[in-house]
């Protein structure tokens, strides 16, 4: 089980908007910066959204992060085919003195 | 090249000890915090430790606390996971990361390697 709480799967049509959940507690997202990864088959995770809202060099507009309280939540617009992937959010966990991850949400893209 | 590649990784008796190495190449290394993430066959990405720029501050998983150190070698532009008392549990594709900002730590991880699996296994 873990700390952080996301959908296992979500799925949307080209052209859709689909968001993604991540839920926490008080000891992570509620006092910590919220981050966001893409992971397609057999490859490393790539940095999506960083810092609750913040996109590094490269990563389309498309994707955008935002967060309220103890939940985020990650937002992809213009689906594509190659969106096609996991979505795991992460966060620093006070009461842990450690890093959490969700257990990940895989997007089908129809 | 800006690059992670980590080493190490093998099949285990549960019980005994294994080092992954972690080398980096393309960036300075000695100003960037540093983490080490696994991922089991199958399953999600589970975060195991950092260790800051300086290797002054360090953090562990609770499921890996007291069993594995995570330390880095700045002179060798080399990080490193030594892994004691491995249990089944411990199989995974263990990654190396970066962290984005200089002489931070948060989890940021801009680069990762391409991972090295651990096998743990009688």
């Known amino acids: 089980q873990s700390v952080l709480t996301q959908p296992p799967s979500a799925s949307g049509t080209p052209g859709q908007r689909v968001t993604i959940s991540c839920s926490g507690s008080s000891s992570n997202i509620g006092s910590n910066y919220v981050y966001w990864y893409q992971q397609l088959p057999g490859t490393a995770p790539k940095l999506l959204i960083y810092r609750n809202n913040q996109r590094p060099s490269g990563v389309p507009d498309r994707f955008s992060g935002s967060k309220s309280g103890t939940s985020a939540s990650l937002a992809i617009s213009g689906l594509r085919s190659e969106d096609e992937a996991d979505y795991y959010c992460?966060?620093?966990?006070?009461?842990?003195?450690?890093?959490?991850f969700g257990g990940g949400t895989k997007l089908t893209v129809l | 090249q800006v690059q992670l590649v980590e080493s190490g990784g093998g099949v285990v008796q549960p019980g005994r000890s294994l080092r992954l190495s972690c080398a980096a190449s393309?960036?300075?290394?000695?100003?960037?915090?540093m983490h080490w993430v696994r991922q089991a066959p199958g399953k999600g990405l589970e975060w195991v430790a950092v260790i800051s720029y300086d290797g002054s501050n360090k953090y562990y998983a609770d499921s890996v606390k007291g069993r594995f150190t995570i330390s880095r070698d700045n002179s060798k532009n080399t990080l490193y996971l030594q892994m004691n008392s491995l249990r089944a549990e411990d199989t995974a594709v263990y990654y190396c990361?970066?962290?984005?900002?200089?002489?931070?730590?948060?989890?940021?991880?801009?680069?990762w390697g391409q991972g090295t699996l651990v096998t743990v296994s009688s």
């Open positions: 990361a970066k962290v984005l900002s200089d002489f931070d730590w948060l989890l940021d991880l801009v680069l």
């Open positions: 992460a966060a620093w966990d006070d009461s842990l003195s450690g890093g959490v």
């Open positions: 393309g960036f300075t290394f000695s100003s960037y915090g």
